[in-house]
């Protein structure tokens, strides 16, 4: 498996794997050690929580789209990929921004995944429902920070 690593360029492997793989119980250093293997990226599916891409030296963290009604979460992780992957086909580059919408675009089509049983959220699902619930997750995500001063913290 390790040698198979070097090898790729974008891996999709979900945070009791990355563990498991680096033998290492942090996430973080996890990712790292896997992404020193061989892989440019390596993309972090935490569940409920999200995910990470791990690139070389930055990071991007998005959160799993909130639902209040999760029907079934098998194959969440698969739709994730299946998002991120199916944006990054259509994208002109590998660009940090591209990435990152591709990361945002996975949260969302996993979200759709999981409203009911199987693949029946994903059978009939239209580009329009798509950019309707990624506006709604902009919304949801989008902030403004301000350098503090000293006298702030």
């Known amino acids: 498996m390790i040698k198979l690593l070097k ?13 498991q793989l680096a033998d290492n119980s942090n ?3 996890a990712a790292r050690w896997v992404q020193d293997q061989g892989p440019e990226m390596v993309v972090v ?3 409920e929580h ?4 791990f690139a070389d030296d930055w990071l991007f963290s998005v959160p799993a789209f909130p639902l209040e009604r999760v029907f079934d979460p098998t194959g969440a992780g698969d739709a994730f ?17 591209d990435l990152r919408r591709a990361m ?16 029946r959220g994903l ?16 919304e949801m995500t989008a902030f403004e ?5 000293e006298d702030h913290v």
């Open 27 to 29: 996430l973080l250093k």
């Open 7 to 19: 090898r790729v360029r974008i891996l999709i492997i979900n945070d009791e794997e990355v563990r």
């Open 81 to 97: 990929a299946g998002g991120f992957l199916g944006y990054l086909a259509k994208a002109d580059s590998l660009s940090s921004g």
């Open 123 to 138: 059978i009939d699902l239209s580009a329009e429902e798509i950019n309707r619930r990624l506006l709604e997750f902009r």
């Open 104 to 119: 945002v675009y996975g949260s969302v089509v996993g979200s759709y995944a999981v409203e009911q049983f199987s693949i």
């Open 45 to 47: 599916k935490k569940g």
């Open 145 to 149: 920070t301000h350098v503090l001063s």
């Open 50 to 53: 999200g995910a990470i891409l």
